[in-house]
């Protein structure tokens, strides 16, 4: 079935660094991807669409200079935290709609915890 | 806009008995709607959608979920819980291409 892989799993930073975290589709294309932010015990909030080709559009309230999206194929987004601080530590996951989906059928990546020292 | 609201962060259950996963939403069109499944240390897998078709709903591993017009919910549920079912359980609507979630709830089965 279709994958979603994201890479790393888990990075630990320095205040001020920046970090970039890989989202591939492994076996499908996708144009549009779709980036979450999950704090300990609580949802998964919308970040940003990440669109093939074009800028990526973000949520209300997401800082498009913090968390930079680039989305350079159809099979890898990635999604850079500049200057990251603690308050940045948190889980951040992808998904993808593949082609011919279903309604709201997406494949999510496995996370990236992110922990800024 | 549209959202979901699901009530209890943590549900405890003994195996064997019926699991209930409460979730209501709000929505001013149709909605389609979703419970996804995160297990310890795993990605989202979808558990099972309504998309106006069936209001009863059969998903994977035995879930189903009801969709309520008349009571805007669309609870999940299990007849029988296993010690598998240990997982953190989202309620979510489509609001076009995107996905929101509601905040989950814990779902911890007692032996």
């Known amino acids: 079935g279709a994958v979603v892989s994201q890479h790393p799993s888990w990075v630990i930073c320095k205040s001020g660094t920046s970090v970039k975290i890989e989202c591939r589709s492994l076996d499908f294309q996708a144009t549009t991807m779709f980036w979450y932010r999950q704090f300990p015990k609580q949802s998964l909030m919308l970040m940003a669409t990440s669109n093939e080709g074009s800028k990526a559009t973000y949520e209300q309230g997401v800082e498009k200079d913090k968390f930079l999206i680039n989305h350079a194929s159809l099979t890898l987004s990635t999604l850079t935290v500049t200057s990251a601080h603690p308050e940045d530590s948190s889980f951040y996951i992808c998904?993808?709609?593949?082609?011919?989906?279903?309604?709201?059928?997406?494949?999510f990546g496995e996370g990236s915890r992110l922990t800024v020292l | 806009a549209q959202s979901v609201t699901q009530l209890g962060s943590h549900v405890s259950v003994s195996e064997g008995a019926l699991v209930l996963l409460r979730c209501n939403y709000s929505?001013?069109?149709?909605?389609?709607l979703f419970w996804y499944v995160q297990y310890p240390n795993q990605g989202l897998q979808l558990l099972l959608k309504y998309t106006s078709a069936a209001t009863l709903v059969k998903g994977i591993n035995g879930f189903e979920a009801e969709f309520k017009k008349s009571e805007t919910s669309f609870h999940l549920t299990k007849p029988s819980a296993h010690m598998s079912d240990a997982a953190e359980y989202f309620c979510?609507?489509?609001?076009?291409?995107?996905?929101?979630f509601g905040k989950g709830t814990r779902l911890h089965i007692l032996p």
């Open positions: 998904s993808a709609p593949p082609r011919n989906r279903g309604i709201g059928e997406l494949f």
């Open positions: 979510a609507v489509s609001v076009g291409d995107k996905i929101i």
């Open positions: 929505s001013s069109v149709p909605p389609y």
